[in-house]
């Protein structure tokens, strides 16, 4: 069999390739097939489409080389796929009818239309295995906390272009907290919310907004929610203003809230900085309705809860006159957000009456 000439002389070529994976992360051995597959697709064209042509790439040996697979006849029906004793000799010296023989070929007199082709397939090939690699690294965070650093504001939509990792996504206007000014340059944490493989690549929906935000930066500073010892039960949140969150613990020992709070409100302090000042009240998780209840309308006090529908999980809590405003909170913020976070629907009335309203 002839030696392959070119074998020893790519070595830029296989330099390009392994720059490429240091560059861009992509395995070497991917783009090689994607050149390999491109230099086959053209190189066909030269012989009627005939499936004889072969490149092999093997960037650990170093080896490059582009070949036809011939079958040695007595009598040529098909000049692209066969080949006669006396001509096959001159590649394989022991050539003999119904032996295979290999015919290296010249890369070099493929000529522009290969490179074109190879090009077009490297880049698809590039832009695949980015599309993957992104996709997979979200994936694998889904529903996690990523620290990401902002990039450009739009004036007009208000929208953020965020950098995460090697990767840039946006951040809606509706996902960011109201009473933050996000700037250039500044590094923010952001919740990814879903990953959708899309045509047009990843979809990465992030969020500063989502419940999921606060729960995860609960879990990662207190320990006792981490190894599980501490259970976040539900969470309710109006993004920039409260949080509540409800927590239990199986272990009697624990207190679950204090656990949140931390020695000397640490934990907390830490995590209401984070989120600008964002207020959050932990409540204690009850399995008992009107505990839960009662708990979730924190910081009022509750005098009683009554469960008018419990189909319809309908419900009126009962709190002392002085502490009606608070109970309701500001345009209904308090009673909105354990509503929220109970699943219940809470009719507030005072202890004193019913608004002045006739009760049947």
Known sequence: ?????????????????????????????????????????????????????????????????????????????????????????????????????????????????????????????????????????????HHEIVSAKVLSIDPKTGNATLQIGKSETILPKAEQVESEALSEGQTIKVYIVDVKDTEKGPKIMISRTHPGLVKRLFEMEVPEIFDGTVEIKAVSREAGSRTKLAVFSKDENVDPIGACIGPKGARVATIVEELGGEKIDIIKYSEDVSAFISGALSPANVVSVEIIDAAAKSCRATVPDHQLSLAIGNKGQNVRLAAKLTGWKIDIRPESGYYGEDEE
């Open 1 to 141: 069999m002839k030696k392959n000439t070119n074998a020893n002389n790519n070595n830029e070529f296989f330099e390009a390739i392994k720059f490429m994976e240091a560059e861009k992360g992509i395995p070497a051995q991917y783009i090689a097939e994607k050149i390999s597959n491109a230099i086959v697709v053209a190189a066909r064209r030269d012989y009627n489409g005939s499936d004889i042509v072969h490149c092999d790439i093997d960037i650990d040996k170093g080896i490059f080389r582009v070949y036809l697979v011939k079958q040695v006849v007595e009598e040529i029906e098909d000049e692209n796929e066969q080949i006669l004793p006396e001509q096959a000799v001159q590649y394989n010296k022991t050539a003999k009818v119904g032996d295979s023989i290999e015919i290296d070929l010249d890369t070099k007199k493929f000529g522009r239309i290969v490179a074109q082709t190879a090009k077009h397939v490297i880049r698809q090939g590039i832009r695949e295995a980015e599309h993957g690699m992104v996709l997979q690294e979200f994936q694998s965070r």
